[in-house]
C-alpha cells in the first residue's frame, strides 16, 4: 500500500488505479499482467486493508453496492413477474371454466405439453448430432413427428372445447406458459439428480 498511498500511480484511469493499488498491496509489481487476476479480493470488508485511499475506495464500494442492487431488483422482478403470471393463469382458468366448462392450465396439459417438448427437442438435438456425421435420422424425424402429433392434438382439443378467438389466445398463452415451466423443470431435475449424485451415504457402525 505504500506506492498507493504516496500517489505514484501515473495514470488517470480509476480502474487502473484501483488494480494497481492491489498488486501493491500483495507484493505485485503493479503491472496489469500481475493484478489482472486478484477479482476475488474485491470485498467491501477488506478495503481499508486493501487501500486506505478514499478515492479507490469510493469507486469500489460503488462497484459493489452497484451488483448488489442488480441482484435485488432481478429478484424483485423474477417474484413480480411470477405473481403476475400466477394471477394471469388462475384468472384465466376461471373465466374459461366458467365460459366453456374447460382449463387451459392443468397437470394433465402440463404433463403432455412437457413430454411433447421433451420428444421433440430431443429429436432436433440427435438430428443435429447424426447429419453432422452423416447417419441416418428417420429415428430423429420419428420423435419430432411424435411430438409435433400430440401438440397439434392439444391445439385442436382446445379450439374444439372453446371458440376461435379464445381458443387462439389460450392456445398461444398455454403453449408459452408450459414451455417455460417445462424448462424450469428439467432444471430442477437436473439439480436434484446433482445433489443426489453427491450425497454420501452414512453408516452406522453401532448396527
Request: glycine letters at 6%; hydrophobic letters at 50%; one cysteine or more.
Amino acid at each position: 500500500g505504500e506506492l498507493c498511498n504516496k500517489s505514484l500511480v501515473s495514470s488517470t484511469d480509476p480502474i487502473f488505479h484501483i488494480m494497481f493499488c492491489m498488486g501493491c498491496h500483495l507484493g505485485k509489481s503493479g503491472t496489469s499482467e500481475n493484478t489482472l487476476a486478484i477479482p476475488s479480493l474485491f470485498f467491501t470488508s477488506h478495503l481499508d486493508n486493501i487501500c486506505p485511499d478514499d478515492k479507490i475506495k469510493s469507486y469500489l464500494y460503488f462497484d459493489n453496492l452497484k451488483g448488489y442492487k442488480m441482484i435485488v431488483l432481478s429478484i424483485i422482478a423474477i417474484i413480480v413477474a411470477l405473481i403476475v403470471i400466477y394471477v394471469s393463469i388462475t384468472s384465466f382458468n376461471s373465466w374459461t371454466n366458467k365460459k366453456f366448462k374447460y382449463t387451459f392450465f392443468n397437470w394433465t396439459s402440463y404433463i403432455i405439453i412437457s413430454i411433447s417438448y421433451a420428444l421433440i427437442a430431443l429429436g432436433v438435438y440427435l438430428y443435429l448430432g447424426a447429419s453432422k456425421v452423416g447417419e441416418d435420422v428417420l429415428n430423429e424425424y420419428i420423435l419430432i413427428f411424435i411430438g409435433s402429433i400430440v401438440v397439434l392434438g392439444v391445439i385442436l382439443f382446445n379450439f374444439s372445447e372453446t371458440n376461435f378467438m379464445v381458443g387462439m389466445i389460450g392456445t398461444v398463452f398455454q403453449l408459452v406458459v408450459h414451455l417455460a415451466l417445462s424448462l424450469a423443470g428439467l432444471i430442477a431435475l437436473v439439480v436434484m439428480i446433482g445433489v443426489a449424485s453427491n450425497t454420501k451415504p452414512v453408516y452406522n457402525m453401532n448396527d
